[in-house]
């Protein structure tokens, strides 16, 4: 994804996508952002880690430009989303911290036109990028894979610490509306002792407004003798972090209709009842509980979006977009 051009390093894949789609916001995951809006999502190919688990690994582990069979441009790409509606760009399917500088044009050209960006991301990036790279980003959502070095340096190919200095930084030096998600697979990460740590170092470092998300695995890549996700795990482990003190706790990649709902973190009042990634139910008055008063955490309009489930595929070419 990177070559030499000029005595310089170049991005290779800028302006070069392996496609485009409009999503809910929801999909991402991102529950407290903008609730039932579209958001318009693409990514490029390759990844800075190895997991061997990876879902989107015909994207994140090309090697081959004919991966990149769209294109477009920064502002292709903010005009295509503001087209069809889309209050958000996402930077995703592979990881944007190797596209930079696309992500970065591409931000620029949204907040012209009044369009936020989100990241979806493993949070593996030095210092320096990244906050060039979060600078421009208005929510994210970081996959904290495991609470334990020897996963990452086995399984993904990365280390804890430098994920966990990235939560730290979105929490204490930005304004970032940011949540986690930990993909939860059977005999590797499932242990309730690492949920437990993992879920208290969350409370204790980053609050207990930070939703997290636990989604279930699917055999997929060099993992694919592993069996999927048991619904009663991704239960166990939402009850465990409710426990340590998170209010806002999702399970996800299953269908769940009591681990997809918001409560209000005060009295307990149904605030938001999702059905998959479609909101069905809206309780907030002006982003508070009806009941309480309390304010929900998050990125909310007075009322949500009405996008639903759908997902609709984008190509885009020189006479505008092809809807799919």
């Known amino acids: 994804m ?37 958001v318009f999502s693409f990514g490029t190919a390759g ?16 090697r081959k430009m004919d991966t990149l069979a769209d294109a477009a441009g920064p502002e292709e790409i903010a005009n295509a989303a503001a ?21 970065r044009d591409v931000a620029a050209a949204c907040l012209e036109r009044d369009i936020r960006t989100v990241a979806v991301t493993a949070g593996y990036v030095n210092a320096e990028p990244r906050e060039e790279f979060f600078s421009f980003i208005d929510a994210a959502n970081i996959d904290l894979k495991a ?10 190919g990365g280390h804890l610490e430098a994920v966990l200095d990235t939560l730290r930084y979105l929490r204490h030096e930005t304004d970032i509306w940011f949540e986690v998600t930990n993909l939860v697979i059977p005999g590797y990460n499932d242990a309730e002792d ?21 989604s279930a695995f699917h055999p997929s890549y060099k993992m694919r003798d592993v069996p999927p996700t048991p619904r009663s795990t991704l239960r166990r482990a ?14 996800g990649n299953v269908h769940d209709r009591e681990g997809d709902t918001t409560y209000c973190a005060a009295c ?30 998050g ?7 009405t996008w639903g489930s759908r997902r609709l595929t984008v190509k885009m070419g020189h006479d505008g977009i092809v809807l799919s």
């Open 2 to 38: 990177r070559a030499r051009e000029n005595d310089g390093i170049v991005l290779t894949t800028y302006g070069r996508s392996s496609g485009f789609a409009v999503d809910p916001i929801e999909k991402k995951p991102l529950n407290h952002f903008l609730p039932g809006t579209p």
């Open 47 to 62: 990844c800075n880690l190895t997991c061997k688990f990876c879902q989107n690994w015909d994207i994140s582990k090309s």
């Open 83 to 103: 087209r069809l509606g889309c209050r958000s760009v996402a930077f995703t399917y592979n990881d944007p911290v190797i596209f930079l500088e696309y992500a």
């Open 147 to 156: 609470f334990d070095e020897d996963f990452y340096r086995r399984i993904a």
């Open 194 to 214: 690492g949920i437990r740590r993992m879920a208290d170092w969350i409370f204790e470092e980053l609050g207990s407004d930070v939703p997290v998300h636990f």
């Open 238 to 251: 939402r009850q465990i972090a409710k426990d340590a003190g998170i209010r806002h706790v999702y399970t």
């Open 268 to 297: 307990g009042t149904v605030l938001i009842v999702r059905d998959w990634y479609e909101v069905i139910a809206w309780n907030l008055d002006d982003g508070a509980c009806p009941k309480c008063g309390v304010r929900c955490a």
């Open 299 to 305: 990125v909310l309009d007075p009322a949500p979006g």
